[in-house]
Structures are given as structure tokens and as C-alpha cells.
């Protein structure tokens, strides 16, 4: 089985790229060892000194690593650890595993919202999927016209996430949906 690695604009993130399907049903995110307790995999890499954060796309494999440690030195033992757990034959992700989706919203604002949620799935998300990341949708502010965004995998962190919130999404929703305002970023 060959692996290849990805840089992300994310320089703690490390894309791997298995060559096959990962999260068929959609992204995973996994910010700690206790959040991958269904996932053997994803807790699996958190036994590798310096993981704090494991992302499964579609067909790939984001890794984010704390400051203290280089990719150099983790790299081959996180290779090592994909490659066993992909041909183990162990389910990636249990059944009960939570699903991290968009936020559910209902209210007054709930066809605009649906709006929202479209141009991020249609736009948005297959764009910084190419870098290791996602973005889902937190919450609207109708009072302020401000929509909420949770940043997943290589976009949480990164330092160039603010810019393309400003400049990528803010301006994309804005010009389909005028009561917007503005766009942030939620923890």
C-alpha cells in the first residue's frame, strides 16, 4: 500500500491520501483520544506522541500535530499506524460514533438558513476539502446578520483560515444572500 502526504496551508496539518475511500458518510473529526474511543483508527494516531487532532475526509486522512513536535519525526510512525489500520480489516468508524454534521437550526430564519447551507456544501466545503479541511454551518444571528462557521481538520487553526473566511466566504454568501453581514469562525 503506498501513502501519499499532502501539505495543507495549515503548517500542523498533514494531509495522507491512502487511495481509497475513508468517510464514505461524510467527515469525521476527532480533537482528542476520548472523541476517537469508536473510531480505532483515529485512536490509534492519537498514540502517536504530538497528534492532537485526527480528520477523515472522504478518501483522506488529516493529521494535525502540536508545535513541540516535526513532521520528520512523526511521519513514518503515523504511516505506519494508517497503513496497519487500513489493512487490519477493523472497521474506520463505529456505529456510534456521533455525527458531527451542521448544526440543526429551525425558527423564522429557517429557509434562509437552508440557503446558507447549500452554498456551503455546494462551494464552500469541496474547496477546502482539497486542503484537509471542512467548514460547517454553527449558527445565524438574524438581528446582526452574522453567520457562525465551525472550522474542521486543517481549516481549525490554520493561519490563513481568517482570510478565507473574509475574502472567500463571507463574500460568496453575501452576494447570493444580502441579509448577511458578516462571517466568523466558532470554537
Known sequence: ?????????????????????????????????EDAASAPLAADLFLVDGVSGVFFGEDFIAITKTDAYEWDHIKPFLLGTIMDGLQSGRPLVGSETNETGHAN???ENEGLVKEIIELIDTRVRPAVAQDGGDILFHSYLADSGIVRLKMRGACSGCP???????????????HYIPEIQSVEAVE
Request: glycine content about 8%; charged content about 25%; hydrophobic content about 30%.
Open 1 to 33: 500500500m503506498f501513502i501519499q502526504t499532502e501539505a495543507t496551508p495549515n503548517p500542523n496539518t498533514l494531509k495522507f491520501l491512502p487511495g481509497r475511500e475513508i468517510a464514505p458518510d461524510g467527515p469525521r473529526e476527532f480533537e482528542s483520544e
Open 105 to 107: 437550526y429551525a425558527g
Open 160 to 174: 490563513s483560515s481568517t482570510m478565507t473566511l473574509k475574502s472567500g466566504i463571507e463574500n460568496l454568501l453575501k
